[in-house]
């Protein structure tokens, strides 16, 4: 498999975990069955940790850039630690109104 194929896969799961055992997905979780020349991917994703498999998979993958997708954001700074400060200390008791609602059942 391609270097940047693999790497695009990698961060398309990355931030994902097995729902069973909660261990996270890398490039060792998933396997490229077939590949076409119009870039779709099949894969099948399989959690390494405690063998769950999660089926089959369709990508559709047309660019190969890679972008970080955090490059454009700045640092975390003093002035803005002071100023979520500021903000959490002017809500008042009722500050879960502002959270979204879970579906209740």
């Given at each position: 498999m391609?270097?940047?194929?693999?790497?695009k896969?990698k961060l398309l799961?990355?931030?994902l975990?097995?729902?069973?055992c909660?261990q996270?997905?890398?490039?060792?979780?998933?396997?490229?069955?077939?590949q076409?020349n119009?870039?779709l991917?099949v894969?099948?994703?399989?959690c390494?940790?405690c063998?769950?498999?999660?089926?089959?998979?369709?990508?559709?993958i047309t660019?190969?850039t890679?972008?970080?997708?955090f490059n454009?954001?700045e640092p975390?700074?003093?002035?803005?630690v002071?100023?979520?400060?500021?903000f959490?200390q002017?809500l008042d008791?009722?500050w879960?109104d502002y959270?979204?609602?879970?579906d209740?059942?």
């Amino acid at each position: 498999m391609k270097k940047k194929l693999k790497m695009k896969l990698k961060l398309l799961f990355e931030n994902l975990c097995c729902s069973k055992c909660y261990q996270g997905f890398d490039e060792d979780s998933f396997y490229v069955q077939q590949q076409t020349n119009l870039g779709l991917i099949v894969i099948t994703l399989k959690c390494k940790n405690c063998g769950t498999s999660f089926g089959i998979a369709l990508v559709g993958i047309t660019d190969l850039t890679l972008k970080d997708p955090f490059n454009y954001l700045e640092p975390i700074n003093y002035n803005d630690v002071l100023d979520a400060h500021k903000f959490i200390q002017k809500l008042d008791e009722h500050w879960q109104d502002y959270l979204p609602k879970k579906d209740e059942d």
